[in-house]
Nanobody, 124 residues
Framework: QVQLVESGGGLVQAGGSLRLSCAASGRSFTTYTMGWFRQAPGKEREFAAS????????SYADSAKGRFTISRDNNKNTVYLQMNSLKPEDTAVYYC?????????????????WGQGTQVTVSS
């Protein structure tokens, strides 16, 4: 099982940027598709972005398209989420997750390993 630790969250003004990182340890990082999810207070956890094991395929939620970029560095066992043009509605706890699956990657249930989350707060 892979262990995941997120970092990089914080408080930012609307229009600003943040880069989240997720460091993985344990079983081979390159066997996993990686995803970023977020959960706002009182809401269900929702998909933000995913990236295939070699970085060749990425997918984004409509809310993230054009503003967020997911990437990974397999030499560093790390996945990133660059978030630009942040809005107050992006405020949430952001989680990275790992799955061996290659399809249905917007489904929370596909992911078996999760980090503890990092808080992102966007002020208006």
């Amino acid at each position: 099982q892979v262990q995941l630790v997120e970092s990089g969250g914080g408080l930012v003004q609307a229009g600003g940027s943040l880069r989240l990182s997720c460091a993985a340890s344990g079983r081979s990082f390159t066997t996993y598709t990686m995803g970023w999810f977020r959960q706002a207070p009182g809401k269900e956890r929702e998909f933000a972005a995913s990236i295939s094991w070699n970085g060749g395929t990425t997918s984004y939620a409509d809310s993230a398209k054009g503003r967020f970029t997911i990437s990974r560095d397999n030499n560093k066992n790390t996945v990133y989420l660059q978030m630009n043009s942040l809005k107050p509605e992006d405020t949430a706890v952001y989680y990275c997750a790992a799955t061996p699956a290659e399809y249905g990657l917007d489904d929370v249930g596909k992911y078996g390993a999760w980090g503890q989350g990092t808080q992102v707060t966007v002020s208006s």
